[in-house]
């Protein structure tokens, strides 16, 4: 323990040591019970002492020091109840609860005990002369103020651990994706589990007899899932057959099997073997993102499972009318990229290409004769080709589903132009919707990319030259120039899908 040098001062603070602070008039006090204690540990830990001459300066020390174990003060025979004023500023003003408060007094203070200890929020109240028969009672006194003040501090920080795992694990519902998701389960199992920041984290997930790497960081960042580390190969079996609370190992390691087959490992590296409770929190917190796991692979074959219905659905009208088998996912591709250069979010942009596929559905109600007529089409088989924007808003209209209720307006508005003169409401400028404008840009390019029935692919300049003629005309003009100013990443999807060798 380290004595005291002077007023409104301590001696440095080693590191574990718990800090007392003492209140009194007289500087000896603290000079004497600095020696008092010099050998005093408890749990370990010594003890620095900390000196204010008043109530005044103790309050500069109190919002100074955070850590303060024990607070001893004096009342004197002044009859001065500043002392007691000072509980209410650090009870009540600076809400600290945890701190221990005693009172050593006066004989003349004796009668006041009872209403001391009732009506000011103090641990304890001695007289003085009662540790003047040497240091085992002021020992003992001490002992029960730190194990009170410990005792405190683990609720008040059990309390806050339980109020993080239930605020990180309502925060996982933010996550886009399984590996976002994978991400903040390690984030945030290192804070409850007081992990160095250079710690080893890993989330592996299991499908079809191949493990994927959700996330990982530390040594683990560059790991190749298909294979484990030998501290993962042990434990998997282990986790698999036992109780996980039962196994004692350095780390932590939570395994889950899932209703649909699948299997997630969440192992984070040794290096300190976790408290009991940092252990019970870090399992509590990942079985509450097992159900947003499962709720997110549901999610996600849910989609996928839409996604291939709607391309299904798009290229029955384009197998009808023998157009390139992977032209509908061009057209999603391109609105998506469109929709994310004109400003739209990462969602409305993914809205936007799931509906497209759709936007030729009115197809459907069309004959092969005239959808696979190899010449020019008569004025009565133009009219009856049009209707399939119509037939196929028609279809779509009566969802309320964002998807069905995008590509309802997509189909409808696609072959509108902006400079007029489109169909089948003649729409001009702004009145068509952005959805239309878009997708008109995308299903052109690619069709003039494209062999059809009745033509051959147009060269890239020939098509490059029409956008510029089109701008303001067919085509929504700042949607074209950020279509030809962007052309390079429209041709990387054109190749990603290409039914043939077109340029």
């Not at 997930?205 to 683990?220: C, E, F, I, M, P």
């Not at 984070?268 to 499962?294: I, K, Q």
């Not at 004959?367 to 020019?376: E, H, V």
């Not at 490059?464 to 030809?484: A, C, M, N, Q, S």
Request: hydrophobic content about 40%; some cysteine.
């Amino acid at each position: 323990m380290n004595g005291y040098p002077g007023n409104g001062q301590s001696s440095p603070s080693t590191e574990g040591e718990w800090n007392i602070l003492l209140i009194a008039n007289e500087r000896n006090e603290a000079v004497l019970l600095s020696r008092l204690l010099a050998d005093f540990r408890f749990e370990g830990r010594g003890v620095r002492l900390l000196y204010a001459d008043g109530a005044l300066e103790a309050r500069l020390v109190l919002e100074e020091e955070r850590d303060i174990a024990v607070v001893m003060m004096e009342l004197d025979d002044s009859g001065d109840r500043q002392p007691l004023a000072l509980i209410a500023h650090i009870r009540q003003t600076l809400l600290n609860a945890a701190v221990r408060i005693v009172i050593v007094a006066d004989r003349c203070w004796a009668e006041a005990e009872e209403e001391i200890m009732q009506n000011y929020d103090i641990n304890n109240f001695r007289l003085k002369g009662e540790f003047d028969g040497g240091t085992a009672r002021l020992k003992s006194a001490l002992v029960g103020s730190l194990r009170g003040y410990r005792d405190f501090k683990k609720t008040e920080d059990e309390k806050k651990s339980l109020e993080y795992v239930a605020l990180s694990s309502s925060l996982m519902l933010n996550a886009g994706t399984l590996e976002e998701l994978a991400q903040d389960v390690l984030r945030h199992l290192a804070s409850i589990l007081n992990a160095r920041a250079s710690f080893d984290g890993l989330v592996l997930q299991r499908s079809d007899r191949k493990w994927r790497k959700l996330a990982a960081v530390g040594r683990y960042k560059e790991l190749d899932a298909s294979t484990l580390p030998r501290e993962v190969e042990n434990v998997l079996p282990r986790l698999r057959t036992l109780d996980p609370a039962s196994l004692t190992l350095e780390g932590f390691s939570f395994y889950s099997p899932s209703g649909a087959g699948t299997e997630r490992l969440i192992f984070v590296g040794g290096g300190r073997t976790p408290s009991e409770w940092e252990y019970y929190l870090a399992e509590s917190y990942c079985a509450n993102t097992d159900a947003v796991f499962e709720n997110m692979e549901l999610r996600h074959e849910i989609e996928s499972t839409q996604k291939e219905i709607i391309y299904t659905l798009g290229e029955i009208a384009e197998t009808r009318s023998q157009e390139t088998g992977f032209h509908v996912k061009r057209v999603a591709e391109y609105t998506k990229l469109l929709a994310l250069k004109y400003g739209l979010s990462e969602e409305e942009a993914n809205l936007l290409a799931l509906a497209s596929p759709m936007h030729d559905i009115g197809k459907v109600g069309i004959s092969d004769a005239i959808l696979n007529k190899p010449g020019k089409l008569t004025a009565e088989e133009y009219a009856t080709m049009q209707s399939h924007a119509l037939s196929g808003y028609e279809m779509l209209k009566h969802s309320n589903r964002p998807i069905l209720k995008t590509a309802a307006i997509i189909a409808l508005q696609h072959h509108e132009k902006y400079g007029g003169g489109g169909y089948p409401q003649g729409l001009k400028g702004e009145d068509i919707h952005l959805y239309g404008r878009i997708t008109a840009i995308a299903d052109v390019f690619d069709a003039l990319a494209s062999d059809r029935v009745y033509k051959k692919a147009w060269p890239l300049a020939d098509i490059v030259e029409l956008f510029r003629k089109e701008r303001g005309g067919h085509f929504d003009p700042i949607l074209t120039d950020l279509f030809l100013e962007h052309l390079d990443e429209f041709l990387a999807i054109r190749a990603s899908y290409a039914d043939e060798k077109v340029f």
